[in-house]
């Protein structure tokens, strides 16, 4: 099925452990992104990518480390968990052509680091 | 730096009770402001974009309006499948990164 898709949707990891979350989208947008959602905060941008290859920090991109080799996939990469990274994450992506800019979202990952 | 605030927090309606609820933002300068809509355990789900003040949109029982300083997203009659969280995000002039609110839950009762 067409979209952008996420995974795993749930995950359960313990403090230090790495842990990959995907993101892969079949529209061949150039543009992907991640965030992440707490209680009280909203959507906060952590990554960006404009591009394969080509990669920006966000608003809170400390602990997170991402790469995208492909322009369809953009895996993000918490290097040693920690509690404060529980949190619910979600991936979008745009086409980033003409006004519209839409981006449009996957149905997130809920990760509890314990 | 773009920031968004949202109001109310929370929102709590009868069925058919008509509300409104409020986005103020501030950019330096504005390419879009996007609505997105949000079911519990779901991504965002995209609803409207407006680029200029001035403008409006509709779709069914929602109507997003945009001012230089806030928008607001109107829900007339509403039904108890309008109860979701509903985000506001700016988008500034040549970026395509955007900063959202912390959203307004509303709840329809029957």
């Known amino acids: 099925d067409a979209g952008i898709t996420q995974s795993p949707r749930y995950k359960i990891t313990e403090t230090g452990r790495q842990v990959t979350l995907m993101c892969h989208q079949t529209?061949?947008?150039?543009?992907m992104f991640w965030y992440r959602q707490d209680l009280g905060h909203g959507l906060r941008l952590i990554y960006y990518s404009a591009a394969a290859d080509i990669t920006d920090k966000g608003e809170v991109p400390d602990g997170y480390v991402v790469s995208r080799s492909k322009t369809e996939n953009f895996p993000l990469t918490l290097e040693s968990a920690t509690r404060s990274q529980t949190s619910v994450y979600f991936c979008a992506s745009t086409s980033g052509r003409g006004n519209k800019n839409i981006q449009y979202f996957g149905a997130g990952t809920r990760l509890s680091v314990l | 730096e773009d920031q968004v605030t949202q109001s109310p927090e929370a929102l709590r309606l009868q069925e058919g009770e008509s509300s409104s609820l409020n986005c103020s933002y501030t950019?330096?300068?504005?390419?879009?402001l996007f609505w997105y809509r949000q079911d519990p355990g779901k991504g965002p789900e995209f609803l409207f974009t407006?680029?200029?003040a001035g403008e409006e949109k509709e779709k069914e029982r929602l109507k997003a309006t945009l001012t230089k300083k806030e928008s607001f997203l109107h829900i007339t009659a509403p039904k108890p499948e309008d109860s979701a969280t509903y985000l506001c995000a700016v988008q500034a002039i040549n970026d395509y990164k955007l900063s959202f609110g912390a959203g307004t839950t509303v709840t329809v009762r029957a």
């Open positions: 529209w061949s947008h150039s543009y």
């Open positions: 950019v330096s300068g504005l390419r879009g």
């Open positions: 407006l680029y200029s």
